[in-house]
C-alpha cells in the first residue's frame, strides 16, 4: 500500500499532465473532415484513459482521507496545475501556450492573473467525482487509424431554401398585333447565313425538337465557381423578387448532320430546355450579363416569329460562339418581328439588336420554354450557381 506522501505528487503532476495533453490535442489542426472525425476519436479515447487512471489513483486516496473529504483536491489542482506545466515547459509568461497550426486555434487572454482557487471557478477543468467503487483498468487497446477513404463525387441536389412564386393565371392569351415599341439594328461579325434559317436546326429549336422529360423541376446548387464574366441572368428575364417556379423539364435532340436528320435525345446534361412558370402577359425582358456586343447592344436577334425568339450575345451569325438563347411559346414584339423580317430579307448582314433589360415581347402562357447554349453545348438552366446568381 503507497503511503499518502507517495500518491499525492503523483495525483498531482497527473492531473496538470492531463490538462496540458487536453488543450495540446483536442486543438491541434487536422487536414479535412474526414481525418477530422477519426483523430478526434483517437484523441477522446487516450483522454478517457487518463481520466480513468486518475479516477484509480483518487480511489487509492480515500484509504488515507476522511469520508467524502476529497472536494478540496480540485481547488487545489487549479492552483497548481499551471504552474506545474509551466515547470514542465520552461514557460514562465504565467500564461498555458497552444501549438499554432493553420486550423482554428484558440488563444488565451492577455491577462497574467493566476487562475482562481474557487471551485466555482475552475470551469476549465473536467471535476472528478470521488467514488468507493472498484474501477477497471482499460485494457492497451489501440484505436482505429484513418484509413484513405475516398470522398464521394458531388450529387446536385434541390436547393432548400430556395422559394419560388406560384403562377397565379395560366389562361394563354392571343398575341397583340401592334406594338408601340422600336429596336435598333447592328452590322454582323463574318459572313451572314446563307441557309433558310426557319428550317435551320441551330437557329430555329422546333426544326431539331425537344420532348418532355421526368426530372426535377426544381432549381438546383452545383456549387462551382462563378464565371469571371456572367452568363445571361435568367433572374432579369421578368420582374422576379423570388425564385420563379419550374413547371417543365425538356430534352432537345442532337442533330445528325450527315444525314441532315433528328438524332435522340440529348442526355448530358439531363435537362436542356426548362419552362419558367409566369403569367400570361408579363413582360419579357432581355437577360442581362457581362457582355456588350458595342453600341449600347447586348444581344443581336438571329431569328424571331411571332411565338419564337433566339438571341445570341455575339455579332456572329450562328451558334458556335458564345452564349445564345432560344424562347418557345411566347408573344415576340410585333414590331421586332417586323424589322427581324426586313433584316432577314436583305441578306442578314444587319440585324435587329437589343440592350440590356429591354423588353422583347410577354409571356403567352402560365410557361415561358427557354434553353441557353454555350458555343453551341445546351446547358441545364435548373442551376442557380450559373443562370440565377442573384438568388444565390
Not at 165 to 174: A, G, L, M, S
Request: hydrophobic share 35%; charged share 15%.
Amino acid at each position: 500500500m503507497h503511503s499518502w506522501n507517495d500518491l499525492l505528487p503523483r495525483v498531482k503532476i497527473g492531473a496538470a499532465m492531463l490538462l496540458a495533453f487536453f488543450c495540446t490535442t483536442m486543438f491541434a489542426p487536422v487536414p479535412n473532415l474526414y481525418v477530422q472525425h477519426v483523430v478526434l476519436k483517437e484523441r477522446f479515447s487516450t483522454i478517457q484513459e487518463q481520466i480513468m487512471q486518475m479516477s484509480s489513483s483518487i480511489s487509492q486516496l480515500q484509504a488515507y482521507l476522511p469520508e467524502n473529504n476529497l472536494a478540496f483536491i480540485v481547488p487545489f489542482f487549479t492552483n497548481k496545475s499551471t504552474q506545474t506545466i509551466q515547470q514542465a515547459s520552461g514557460n514562465q509568461s504565467g500564461e498555458l501556450t497552444f501549438p499554432t497550426g493553420s486550423g482554428n486555434v484558440p488563444t488565451t487572454s492577455n491577462s497574467t492573473s493566476p487562475p482562481s482557487s474557487s471551485p466555482s471557478q475552475g470551469k476549465n477543468l473536467p471535476s472528478v467525482t470521488p467514488t468507493s467503487a472498484n474501477i477497471m483498468a482499460p485494457t492497451n487497446t489501440q484505436s482505429p487509424k484513418a484509413t484513405n477513404t475516398p470522398f464521394p463525387t458531388a450529387t446536385r441536389k434541390p436547393n432548400p431554401t430556395a422559394t419560388q412564386v406560384p403562377v397565379k393565371n395560366v389562361q394563354p392569351i392571343n398575341c397583340p398585333s401592334t406594338s408601340s415599341r422600336s429596336y435598333g439594328t447592328i452590322s454582323i461579325v463574318g459572313s451572314p447565313e446563307t441557309r433558310n434559317v426557319a428550317t435551320h436546326p441551330d437557329i430555329n429549336l422546333d426544326v431539331r425538337g425537344y420532348a418532355p422529360v421526368n426530372e426535377a423541376k426544381q432549381h438546383i446548387r452545383i456549387y462551382t465557381p462563378l464565371e469571371p464574366v456572367d452568363p445571361p441572368q435568367l433572374t432579369t428575364l421578368g420582374n422576379f423578387t423570388s425564385l420563379p417556379p419550374i413547371v417543365g423539364t425538356y430534352r432537345a435532340n442532337h442533330w445528325d448532320w450527315n444525314n441532315n436528320a433528328r438524332g435522340p435525345a440529348i442526355t448530358v446534361p439531363v435537362v436542356t430546355v426548362i419552362g419558367i412558370g409566369m403569367n400570361p402577359g408579363d413582360l419579357l425582358h432581355t437577360p442581362v450579363s457581362g457582355y456588350d456586343i458595342g453600341g449600347g447592344k447586348e444581344v443581336m436577334v438571329l431569328f424571331a416569329t411571332q411565338t419564337k425568339l433566339t438571341i445570341k450575345y455575339t455579332r456572329e451569325d450562328n451558334m458556335a460562339y458564345g452564349y445564345g438563347l432560344h424562347f418557345d411559346d411566347i408573344c415576340v414584339d410585333p414590331n421586332l418581328v417586323a424589322l427581324y423580317n426586313q433584316m432577314n430579307s436583305q441578306g442578314r448582314h444587319i440585324l435587329p439588336a437589343l440592350s440590356e433589360g429591354e423588353v422583347f415581347g410577354v409571356a403567352r402562357t402560365g410557361e415561358v420554354k427557354v434553353a441557353v447554349r454555350d458555343t453551341g453545348a445546351f446547358q441545364d438552366l435548373r442551376e442557380i450557381d450559373n443562370w440565377w446568381e442573384a438568388f444565390l
